[in-house]
């Protein structure tokens, strides 16, 4: 199935959540379209009695805005003429006396006729409901403004008139009866509209083939935009080739594509519920997973976790349960809740994954759509989770700390409080990252490449904490890469690679000259903490390590060995001869180093500080 079809397929077997509000992550209201509707923001509400007469106005809190409301084809698309929507809309259209309250608006009779004659032919249809009747007979009254007005809901000027900014306020009618369901939530209103519209497209609307279902059904050359808040002016399909260049000697006029009115509504309005239910967004650009069967909640969670981390609730249960600094306990936590969520998804069901941006104001581009068995998607999954990963020492022990994919990009890229530029980085990044890991491929060399170079220099973190956090995300991603498992999370005493090597020496020199210094403040206040040899010369070590261990070796034996308690020196000495040993002579030479080395600097760290029993080091 293509794409269209696979959203037309999410409508068909969400029909109960039509209508049917929730909440997203932020408190935002959402649902499930109808077709033949919109939602859109209300600043104000009128409630009718239940004889068609104004009872009472207010203005609603920020909250309550989002409603859902019939539209037409074209009212749906409208931009700069008068188009109605058939019952809830803008003042200037729904306010009979909207003419005599403005003076400076060239178009004030031309919104009014159209929305009260729209809304008299849903009227006398056999498909009007009760509550529509008593709106519509309020309606004719043709006096909103001035009971919006006496009700204290808006005002007017010096000179009796409202602003434009108040005809612009959109308003939403509800009737005063024994029914507890408010009019734009009442599943019988609904149905009313779209029944009446779908007959009215039947008798007015060109019948043609549906090239989604192959049926002869009411086509429309007009799709729904608003579909991704972000960029609320793209639509899913689009085109403006009116001179027939593009397919030039194929088709005839605009035959090149032709969609169901019904099976477009069902598109962009499921669509737009995966968005706001489970979509991830980066700037312009929004990432959806979600599967057919029972386990699309799990899906757009690990998905989301994956990106972005746990979710705020269960960090402030992890602190609650540790003391202390909880950082790396959270990140270890955060490795386990990934590979537990993986597990718990069921076999035997589809994983759609789409990513959307916008390639104009008015044209959303997919930017990558792939369908993938359930197996095959926690296959790939689990080789992220197991692969990403680096022991670290923890309050509980050691765990393995995994980074998240914006924690990478940010380790990357991130400059000061970032920008246009990063965000713009950022969406790109977050694409590439995403398909490789669901993919089970590399990740991108540049990314990594541009991390290896800014942990060359901590003299250009602010914080060192900042360079050592980007230096286990390094490492993590390292180890994703070379496939290495739990095996070469930690220090591996079998890998005698010489990059690694080099880097387990300059580790042993750095936490020496720490060690040192560490032992000098204690002793003296005055005594202040700066950057190592080792990480002053990184760079250096890093392009010609033979000579520059030399350098930072004596450095270190001159100035902080001897300075050392017995047990920590001979800690310290002892293990780098024993990797000299291994290196020989034939590799104590000035050829750059690979990036592993980091990794050797970062396990030879990690296991410096392990608690041992006995160990004056420690």
């Known amino acids: 199935m293509t794409i269209f079809q696979d959203l037309i397929k999410v409508y068909d077997d969400n029909q109960a959540c039509i209508g049917k509000f929730e909440q997203d992550r932020f408190g ?101 409901t009760p509550r529509l009747k008593t709106i519509y007979h309020y309606q004719q009254q043709g006096r909103l403004i001035q009971d919006l ?94 001179s027939n260049f593009t397919y030039r000697g194929m088709f005839l006029g605009d035959d090149f594509y032709s969609v169901g009115y019904l099976e477009s509504q069902k598109m962009a309005h499921a669509l737009k519920w995966l968005i706001q239910r489970q979509g991830l967004k980066s700037d312009s650009r929004v990432y959806l997973f979600w599967s057919d069967g029972a386990s699309n909640d799990l899906i757009s969670q690990l998905a989301r976790e994956a990106v972005s981390g746990q979710q705020r609730e269960q960090v402030k249960a992890l602190k609650a349960e540790s003391a202390g600094d909880t950082g790396q306990d959270i990140a270890a936590s955060y490795n386990q809740r990934l590979l537990g969520l993986n597990e718990n998804i069921e076999y035997g069901q589809l994983v759609h994954i789409i990513f959307l941006d916008a390639a104009t104001t008015g044209r959303m581009a997919t930017v990558y759509y792939n369908v993938m068995a359930t197996e095959q998607f926690r296959k790939n999954i689990e080789t992220w989770v197991k692969n990403c990963g680096f022991l670290v020492n923890t309050q509980k022990g050691q765990q393995i700390h995994t980074p998240t994919v914006n924690q990478l990009i940010r380790s990357a890229y991130l400059v000061g409080s970032g920008g246009k530029r990063f965000e713009a980085m950022k969406k790109r990044s977050l694409s590439r990252m995403m398909i490789a890991i669901i993919n089970a491929a590399k990740l991108p060399n540049d990314l990594l490449k541009a991390l290896y170079h800014r942990l060359l220099k901590p003299q250009g973190y602010s914080e060192l904490g900042f360079w050592r956090q980007d230096l286990l995300n390094f490492v993590a991603a390292e180890n994703y890469q070379h496939r290495g498992g739990r095996t070469n999370m930690a220090l591996n005493l079998e890998n005698h690679d010489r990059s690694y090597l080099f880097g387990r020496l300059l580790a042993l020199a750095d936490d020496a000259e720490n060690f040192a210094l560490y032992q000098r403040r204690l002793a003296n206040d005055a005594v202040s903490g700066r950057l190592t040899t080792a990480q002053r010369f990184m ?62 600097f970062a396990a030879q760290h990690i296991d410096n500080h392990q608690p041992r029993e006995n160990d004056e080091n420690n």
């Open 28 to 128: 935002n209201d959402y649902t499930l379209l109808p077709a033949s509707h919109v939602s859109v923001s209300i600043q104000i509400q009128v409630t009718i009695d239940n004889k068609g007469n104004f009872s009472s106005a207010e203005f609603l809190s920020k909250r309550g805005e989002n409603t859902v409301i019939p539209a037409t084809i074209q009212s749906a698309n409208r931009s700069s003429k008068p188009t109605p929507h058939p019952l809830q809309d803008k003042i200037k259209y729904v306010a009979g006396d909207y003419a005599n309250y403005v003076v400076d608006d060239k178009k004030k009779n031309k919104y009014h006729p159209p929305y009260i004659e729209l809304l008299k032919q849903w009227v006398t249809s056999s498909y009007a």
């Open 539 to 600: 760079t250096n070590f890093s392009e010609q390590p033979a000579t520059t261990w030399q350098r930072i070796y004596l450095s270190v034996m001159r100035s902080y060995m001897n300075k050392l308690k017995p047990g920590s020196r001979h800690y310290y000495q002892e293990r780098i001869m024993t990797i000299l040993d291994q290196l020989g002579d034939e590799e104590m030479t000035d050829e750059p180093l690979a990036p592993g080395f980091l990794t050797g």
């Open 149 to 242: 007005v006496n009700a204290s809901v808006i005002k007017l000027d010096d000179q009796g008139q409202i602003n434009k900014k108040t005809g612009n306020l959109y308003v939403r009618f509800t009737v005063s009866d024994d029914n507890p369901v408010s009019v734009w939530q009442d599943k019988q209103m609904y149905a009313s509209w779209t029944d009446y519209y779908n007959h009215y497209l039947s008798k007015t609307q060109p019948v043609n083939i549906d090239y989604l279902t192959g049926k002869s059904v009411p086509t429309t050359k007009l799709s729904k935009k608003n579909i991704n808040p972000a960029t609320s002016g793209a639509k899913l399909i689009s085109a403006n080739d009116k």
